[in-house]
């Protein structure tokens, strides 16, 4: 691995995530292509296998950008790819909330508001359906996932029983 | 700032912060399920609809969407300070354990057991969003309009997997128009 350039890495960063409207993902394939392709600073099973770990952490996925920073340059690293993340969401977002709270009956936000409400769950229904497709290998695992909306929907239990039986039944090897 | 926030409750810092620390500790595999199940079902803070109103103002802003919901949930019920409380504790925490896995998964990741019970995480949170997307397709009103608008979405991401931005960018400005001409 060579040595990283960490004001480069952080300017990508911040230039990528002024872009990323619609989330992460967006951005996924490019932070890919700079990390592995352009710079060679990770090899493309290092970078997948960073990603599925920052997936089962708790807490929003896109902390992979962290772990990659910590993994190229410890602290640092995590600087470098962590900040940016935040710079659109305390300039921007808080504009818009700033607006959104300031005068909430104005008719452009009230459009805006619930115009795009139907446009967000149909992409999060993508989102949920690719990443069932992407997670579950034969029937078994769809039938577990199907279990768990089925009860998510019918019980109020807490999710984290059902998070520790998905990781059961993983290791006896049901799913 | 005081008059707008007159009718809202006044929730302090230390509370956004703890309810966004709490959010983010449980959120495994995807931050959406358990931001709606703090906020919605059991703190009480956000409507259903106002919950979706948030997130889809957070879709269209650059970052993810859910940072977004907390920046901006925390602004509206405690100011700049409150957003800057609940996105410490949405991120600061998950920042350090995905610090703490990196250095564990050195040691044990390539444990069969530890892979296998990932996978098997990762199928049950994939039914925690689905599930949570229906919860939320119920606040849609019953009309053709915003289920096509929904259904074309999808169609366009989840079927055809065109570039979110272009789908985004194709739809937004005629369901925004819709919601404008629909109301007076």
């Known amino acids: 691995m060579d040595r990283v350039d960490l004001t480069a890495l952080f300017l990508h960063f911040l230039a990528l995530w002024f872009v990323a409207v619609g989330g992460p993902s967006t951005i996924l394939p490019d932070i890919h292509r700079y990390l592995v392709e352009a710079r060679h600073l990770l090899t493309s099973a290092q970078f997948a296998e960073i990603y599925t770990l920052a997936q089962v952490a708790p807490g929003p996925n896109v902390m992979y950008v962290t772990l990659i920073g910590w993994h190229l340059a410890g602290w640092a690293g995590v600087a470098a790819t962590t900040i940016p993340l935040l710079v659109p969401a305390t300039t921007l977002t808080l504009l818009v909330g700033h607006f959104n709270e300031r005068y909430p009956d104005a008719p452009i936000g009230r459009a805006i508001r619930r115009g795009l409400m139907p446009i967000t769950i149909g992409l999060m229904f993508a989102s949920a359906t690719i990443l069932m497709r992407a997670v579950n290998h034969d029937w078994r695992g769809y039938l577990l996932t199907l279990l768990t909306v089925a009860v998510v929907l019918r019980k109020s239990w807490n999710p984290l029983w059902l998070l520790a039986a998905g990781a059961l039944a993983g290791i006896v090897g049901l799913v | ?184």
């Open chain 2, 1 to 184: 700032m005081e008059q707008t926030e007159s009718t809202k409750p006044r929730i302090g810092r230390f509370a956004l912060f703890l309810t966004f620390s709490r959010i983010t500790l449980s959120s495994f595999g995807g931050a959406l399920f358990w931001a709606r199940r703090g906020l919605v079902e059991r703190q009480r803070w956000l409507t259903e609809r106002e919950f979706v109103e948030l997130l889809s103002l957070g879709q269209l802003l650059p970052g993810p969407n859910v940072l977004n919901l907390t920046v901006m949930v925390g602004y509206r019920f405690a100011g700049w300070t409150g957003a800057a409380a609940a996105v410490a504790g949405y991120l600061g925490w998950p920042c350090l354990v995905v610090i703490g896995m990196g250095v564990l998964y050195q040691h044990y990741g390539a444990l069969p057991q530890v892979q296998r019970a990932l996978a098997g995480m990762s199928i049950v949170a994939a039914g925690l969003l689905l599930a949570t997307v229906i919860k939320l397709a119920m606040v849609l009103p019953r009309r053709w309009r915003p289920w096509l608008f929904g259904m074309l979405a999808f169609v366009g991401v989840g079927i055809m997997r065109w570039p979110l931005l272009w789908v985004i960018g194709a739809l937004a400005p005629w369901a925004v128009l819709a919601a404008w001409k629909e109301k007076e």
